[in-house]
């Protein structure tokens, strides 16, 4: 079974651009979060998606938004850049949510904002 | 709410055995506990749920301590192949359901040959 892909790998953007990531979750697998991970604050969520909605989202601003298509393939996006927006984002899918279910983690997209 | 975990790094030797805790201010559902290695994904360690579930992988141990709101992975016997951040994340129950996975900041584990 393919794992969880995410696209691109490497990203680097200007403040003020806007950027949108892809995430393509394990097959049958329909709840995809997404984490956003820094040397300093570490892994925190950003929200998570089931079967195209959003079910929990973290405290992030809004210039931080995501979606989740009918094949469960996820996007995120990130308008008006800024410094502190670089970062690893790793999104990770579940079969249908996380408490009881473990996730399954891509290997990220780090995103560089100059 | 971040989960706070303890210690923040350990050495140890290959064959020593180490504690990570976690713990939270808040009444906890659930605590999951994930490895990541450098440059890789995390990944999924163990599950420990409210009422006693514990749902992970046979040579890693665990314990939720409902009551105080701490978890502790234990990694006995350690093997080179243990070192690795490790980060618990926990889920606060909300009225309607839980809410998103919180992580700590992680425990940096060295095992030394």
């Known amino acids: 079974k393919a794992g969880v892909t995410q696209t691109p790998r490497y990203l680097i953007k200007t403040r003020g651009q806007q950027v949108t990531l892809s995430c393509s979750p394990i097959?049958?697998?329909?709840?995809v979060s997404w984490y956003q991970q820094t040397p300093g604050q570490g892994l925190q969520f950003l929200f998570e998606?089931?079967?195209?909605?959003?079910?929990n989202k973290g405290n992030f601003p809004g210039r931080f938004s995501g979606r989740q298509f009918s094949n469960s393939r996820s996007e995120m996006n990130v308008s008006t850049l800024e410094l502190g927006d670089s970062a690893l984002y790793l999104c990770?899918?579940?079969?249908?949510?996380?408490?009881?279910?473990?996730?399954?983690f891509g290997p990220g997209t780090r995103l560089t904002v100059t | 709410q971040q989960p706070v975990q303890s210690p923040q790094a350990v050495i140890l030797r290959e064959g020593e055995d180490a504690v990570i805790n976690c713990s939270s201010s808040?009444?906890?559902?659930?605590v999951h506990w994930y490895r990541q290695k450098h440059g890789e994904a995390p990944v999924f360690l163990m599950i420990?749920?409210?009422?006693?579930e514990q749902k992970g992988h046979e040579k890693i141990s665990a314990s939720f301590n409902e009551k105080k709101q701490q978890s502790s992975l234990y990694l006995t016997a350690s093997q080179l192949s243990y070192s690795g951040t490790y980060f618990c994340?926990?889920?606060?129950?909300?009225?309607?359901?839980?809410?998103?996975?919180?992580f700590g900041k992680g425990t940096h584990l060295i095992i030394q040959p």
């Open positions: 990770a899918s579940s079969l249908v949510g996380r408490s009881s279910y473990e996730q399954y």
């Open positions: 097959s049958g697998h329909r709840s």
């Open positions: 998606y089931f079967s195209e909605t959003q079910r």
């Open positions: 808040k009444a906890l559902y659930s």
């Open positions: 420990l749920l409210k009422g006693g």
């Open positions: 994340g926990t889920e606060i129950w909300s009225g309607g359901g839980a809410d998103g996975l919180t």
